[in-house]
Nanobody
């Protein structure tokens, strides 16, 4: 069974870069037709997708975050990393690592527990 675990700092100062890591166990991030997606939920708001990387390492971003987000992967560690530059308090929220199989639009079948990120000086 695939399990996802997010890790990273819970507090980031404005204008700094947020860096989160998703460690995948029970499966490989290179498994065919697996997509690894970062989503977040600001307080009191709905889920927002940030971007994803595919089983072959292609990346796609939410246009609203494309200029600040970077998603990379380390296949030797089976990890997917999110970096979000120039953060503001509006980037505060719970960040999740998720997986989709076959197509991103088909829904996410695995979720990490989520990690709270607060942007504050």
């Amino acid at each position: 069974q695939v399990q996802l675990q997010e890790s990273g700092p819970g507090l980031v100062k404005p204008s700094q870069t947020l860096s989160l890591t998703c460690t995948v166990s029970g499966g490989s991030i290179t498994t065919n037709q697996n997509y690894w997606i970062w989503v977040r939920q600001p307080p009191g708001k709905g889920l927002e997708w940030i971007g994803y990387t595919t089983y072959i390492g292609r990346t796609v971003y939410n246009p609203s975050l494309r200029s600040r987000a970077s998603i990379s992967r380390d296949t030797s560690k089976n990890q997917v990393t999110l970096q979000l530059r120039s953060v503001t308090p509006e980037d505060t929220g719970v960040y999740y690592c998720t997986r989709a199989v076959d197509a991103v639009g088909g829904g996410f079948d695995c979720w990490g527990q989520g990690t709270q990120v607060t942007v504050s000086s």
